[in-house]
């Protein structure tokens, strides 16, 4: 069968889909979550269509999942309202709760969270074109996530339950929350992601708006009424609609203290412009990258080959930590060409539910006709496409395609293509692609391939003050999450981890005492009566 042919019988017919795979019916979402009420919606609604396409008896159509409501700035703003009320300046319900309660909260949401496994799992699948075993992982992975986060706060509460005496002063040092997020998500992991600032800002003592990525909305709602069982009133609440609508009305209010987004750094420079007391707000971005993978002529060429395919390819390339462009040594280009262009050729394409998928239809309805102008675009300034059938599209899926040589006329050399392009860039002298990470506007994470012990040492010195990670002989990654994830540059701005997040959405707050015989009294009063939830040596076990 030819390339041609298999791509024409991509998309099947629904009654080919296997039965454990499909959703029950199609989810039109009605209501939303705010102030502690799941609020009925009447007004406009946005249909969401799968990147999976149907045979059908009229042609090949993208399946309807369902809908979801767009809201205005009216319910935009009253959600505000209601998370700022439940903050209260700092005297709500939920920012005075002790670390154990708000833990005892989250634990409860985990456990409802959880009995939503298979329908959430399937909607990822749906929505975005994530295969179905990287679906359930992103869900595994975030209810890991959850419970590391609450062993972290149990460690940090432990280290803080003690008090600290200097000087004739003694004091109890805490974090405390910030007060009101702003929370938006990526599409391309829209529960993971989502939930590594979600959870930290709730879990903390802030309240919460949250809205919900363009792609990745519906795999939501099934867990919108255990946030509302599992939270007081009002700390969690949900926002729908277009974001260039509804968003800035809510930055405008200066009552959005923190504000936490992983998407493009253009968006958020725009909305922190927005904000009238830029000294009161704290931003936690993780933005663009433009990760690149060095090949020396040191290198172990057939492992080079092996994670340049995992880091490029792995979701379509459709992750922040992808590699996106590959400098190789002049003397290994060619065969590092041809032996990348074979690994890509032996990788499984087609739905997502089908077994060892690696390659499935990309979710974003303009991006393989972007893809194909950065193609044509190298063309045209002197690459060729590498391997047989790269760039070839149908629909809504898009061949990889391997590209050389790029230079710096074109546009996948600074431009983050997000998707399974691999531009590969021939160098002579090591200092070329240094210098391509210096002149970069990211400064993400960076990628050394060399068996040169003294070749190494002398690029690792220099590239950790360009990039936030360097990793040797491997892809780039977030993982493991207890390892900071953050960039330089236009790439992020603050630090995310399961401990660093814990430490982004707070602040270091104490309350001292000079060492006189009636503040000890007080003190030990105090904490003896259990009359404080910050003064307080209460120890989580």
């Known amino acids: 069968m ?7 019988q991509l998309f099947v017919e629904e009654t080919a889909i296997p039965q454990q795979y499909q959703l029950p019916e199609e989810l039109h979402q009605r209501s939303y979550l705010s102030d502690g009420e799941m609020k009925t919606w009447n007004g406009s609604i946005h249909e969401v269509y799968s990147p999976i396409c149907i045979q059908t008896a009229d042609g090949l159509k993208r399946k309807l999942i369902g809908t979801y409501p767009v809201c205005t700035e009216k319910e935009a703003n009253e959600a505000l309202e209601a998370a700022v009320k439940a903050y209260n300046n700092g005297r709500g319900q939920w920012p005075t709760m002790s670390v154990a309660q708000r833990i ?41 996530y959850i419970y590391a986060t609450i062993d972290a706060l149990k460690d940090l509460d432990r280290d803080s339950s003690r008090f600290t005496i200097e000087q004739g002063i003694a004091a109890q040092i805490r974090r405390s929350p910030l007060g009101v997020v702003l929370c938006m998500g990526p599409f391309n992991y829209p529960l993971n992601e989502t939930f590594t600032t979600l959870i930290p800002a709730i879990i903390m003592g802030n309240t919460l708006l949250f809205k919900p990525p363009k792609h990745g909305t519906l795999l939501h709602y099934p867990l919108l009424e255990a946030f509302r069982e599992c939270f007081p009133k009002g700390v ?66 057939k492992l080079a080959v092996q994670e340049t395919v995992l880091g490029s390819l792995s979701f379509n390339g459709q992750r922040c930590t992808a590699l996106k462009i590959v400098f190789v040594h002049r ?28 390659l499935t239809p990309l979710p974003e309805p303009h991006k393989p006709a972007y893809l194909q102008e950065c193609i044509d675009d190298a063309l045209q300034h002197g690459a060729k496409v590498m391997n047989e059938n790269g760039g070839k599209q149908y629909e809504s899926f898009v061949y990889p395609a391997v590209l050389y040589p790029v230079n710096d006329k074109m546009k996948l050399y600074r431009e983050e293509q997000f998707g399974p ?58 993982g493991p999450d207890v390892f900071p994830f953050t960039g330089r540059k236009d790439s992020a701005e603050g630090t995310l981890s399961v401990v660093d997040a814990l430490r982004s959405f707070s602040i270091r707050s104490l309350v001292a005492a000079k060492l006189t015989d009636e503040n000890r009294r007080l003190i030990n009063d105090i904490v003896t ?7 307080s040596t209460k120890y989580i076990f």
């Open 2 to 8: 030819d390339f041609q042919t298999k791509l024409n």
């Open 236 to 301: 969690v609440n949900t926002i729908y609609g277009r974001g260039h609508t509804i968003v800035p009305s809510l930055m405008q209010s200066g009552k959005v203290n923190v504000l936490t987004l992983i998407g493009s750094s253009k968006v958020a420079n725009e909305l922190k412009k927005l904000h009238p007391k830029v000294n009161r707000l704290r931003a936690i971005l993780g933005l663009d990258a433009k990760n690149a993978a060095v090949i020396t002529k040191n290198a172990d060429l």
């Open 104 to 144: 005892e909260c989250v634990e409860k949401f985990v456990k409802r969270m959880l009995e939503q496994k298979e329908m959430v799992a399937k909607l990822i699948m749906w929505e975005i074109g994530k295969s179905w075993s990287d679906s359930v992982k992103e869900f595994d992975r975030t209810v890991e």
């Open 529 to 535: 009566t259990h009359e404080s939830n910050f003064l």
């Open 421 to 478: 392009l691999i531009p590969v860039v021939p160098f002579d002298d090591i200092d070329e692609p240094i210098q391509y990470l210096i002149d970069s506007t990211h400064g993400q994470q960076v990628s050394l391939f060399s068996n040169d012990t003294t070749e190494l040492a002398s690029l690792i010195d220099p590239l950790v003050n360009q990039v936030s990670r360097v990793n040797i002989n491997c892809q780039c990654q977030r």
């Open 331 to 358: 003397s290994l280009a060619e065969q590092f060409t041809q032996q990348l262009s074979e690994a890509v050729g032996t990788l499984k394409f087609g739905m997502p539910w089908e077994s060892g998928v690696m």
